[in-house]
């Protein structure tokens, strides 16, 4: 008779993420995981396999927590334009805390460049997270808050790239005023409807 998992699998991969998120791949070993996830090497590996199988399940969980959240703060404004400045009011704010980064990011300067399963999902994340922001604009497009010509995805693509750099910043422990210098310039930049 095969034995129940003694501890919940949502969970350990949150405790992974966590811990992949702070330290990254390689600095991560598999009794920093031990510890973090309070699951006993054996169970690590019985369920998840080898420690960059448990990146790769780790990263995946990531995107439908951490990338859901970022989808439903965007729904979640008043107005699309609102969400928009939510977003980067959001990233501004975060430099008085832990500055981690974002896991995407992370893996896309550590990982991603020589391994491509982890490519594959790193893509796969920024689409997500591209389309939540053109989703998101093209409901102000269709609010008449930006006017109708907006090209929704090439502006998306451009936010998620400043929004990408803002993180990186912040790791660096640059300024909050610098952020919000690039934050405040990067939302004039795109013109409301008139």
Not at 3 to 28: H, N, P, Q, S, Y
Not at 66 to 91: C, K, R, W
């Amino acid at each position: 008779m095969a034995r129940t998992k003694e501890f919940d699998v949502d969970e350990a991969l949150t405790k992974a993420m966590e811990i992949f998120w702070a330290k990254g791949f390689e600095a991560t070993s598999i009794q920093d995981l031990v510890d973090h996830t309070g699951v006993n090497r054996c169970s690590l590996y019985s369920t998840f396999g080898d420690k960059h199988a448990l990146y790769v399940r780790a990263f995946n969980h990531y995107g439908t927590t951490i990338v859901a959240n970022f989808e439903a703060m965007l729904h979640a404004a008043d107005s699309p334009l609102e969400a928009i400045h939510a977003m980067f009011n959001a990233l501004v704010d975060h430099v008085d805390g832990e500055c981690k980064g974002c896991l995407i990011t992370n893996a896309a300067v550590e990982l991603a460049p020589h391994d491509p399963v982890v490519a594959d999902s790193v893509r796969g994340l920024m689409q997500k997270v591209e389309d939540a922001i053109e989703g998101t604009l093209q409901r102000a497009v269709n609010a008449g808050q930006l006017e109708e010509a907006t090209n929704t995805r090439a502006l998306a693509r451009q936010l998620a790239c400043v929004a990408q750099g803002m993180i990186v910043m912040s790791k660096a422990s640059l300024p909050k005023s610098t952020l919000k210098d690039i934050a405040v310039t990067t939302l004039a930049s795109f013109t409301p409807a008139s």
